[in-house]
């Protein structure tokens, strides 16, 4: 089944390219590897949520990161899928890794990142499954909570 | 000498490769490149150790997360053996990115992923000199002081 | 044009390769990629500035830091110049991460590594547009305020 029917099952659409926040591109392609650049939760240009992701009150609820996770990894696909000409081509995700907007003393983002991860293996299949870095940080971009980049491997 | 020996002589032995803390794999290969998940300093599937490296009372010292960071090697390496059929196939260790939960005002990154790098050189000589980034973050998952991923080239 | 001219009308020049703050080295070859070590931004040794990244008082401005990713790129070139033999044989900047060492609340990474961005820019042209990461941590080392890494593609 290609890709994209995939996403219809989900309810997803592969959004429009996100524009960069500076100066640099979504994503590069070097051989059979695309590098993409690390991917905010944007719907239609705007961070649908900022702050720090933890169990207080006035944080992000990490099951919402995870939603959040997802979108940046939907992003990421989008900037892929422009560089090489669809996902049909991607033959692997090779690595995810995933920045999460911490609260202090919040360790949680594995389960964030979850949300990126188990999107990429509904869509993929085998070829989703990837290695992946998870990290608790101090601030994000814009105030994002989570920021997702890939890197994936294309026929 | 083939790399086991070498660990032998080192008094260790490769782990079973830990079990990923989420929906994902430990390591992926593409082309003749391991890319591994970010590993933590699991010891039969439990972390020794949790808190921020720092130099204050209850803060994880240096030193000790030092010794961490050479378990999170050790199983990343793990987890690239399983993936290419044991650790005389790597040709090069390419780049080591280290996160280090750092308590404020923590700086002595470098010297905690020197307990990763100095296992990586005993073990592999010439083909263990890699590029390195050493980061300090505000949390990482389960509470772990460190995290460690591995690129390396395999033959 | 040489990169060497273009440095010169900028009014720069390649520094001396850093010495690698650890045991590691600045630069490591695979295939025709080259992945950087994390270069902090070392001018003749020594950090210009330390702190973390803010608009506070006796935090780094982020004009001021984003000089410093610029040196930071200065510095990583340096190091993927001296592994392959020179700026010219660079065919594409593949991916800059970039790491700020950010004060609570401070969300302007991206402006920040603008500076990094801009002098591949202006150096490399279309070889130079990369993807890009970047993140706000917590502390880096030696204090350092802004850390970069480079991904790249040789000829």
Known sequence: MAVADRLAELGLELPAVPQPAGAYVPAVVTGNLVFTAGQLPFVDGALPETGLVGEGDGQVAPTRAADLAALCALNALAAAADAIGGL??????VKVTGFVASAPGFTGQPGVLN?????????????????????????????SPVEVELVLEYR
């Open 88 to 93: 049909d081509r991607v033959s692997q995700i």
């Open 115 to 143: 949300g990126a991860s188990q999107l990429l293996g509904d869509l993929f299949g085998d070829e989703g499954r990837h290695a992946r870095s998870a990290v608790g940080v101090a601030a994000l971009p814009l105030g």
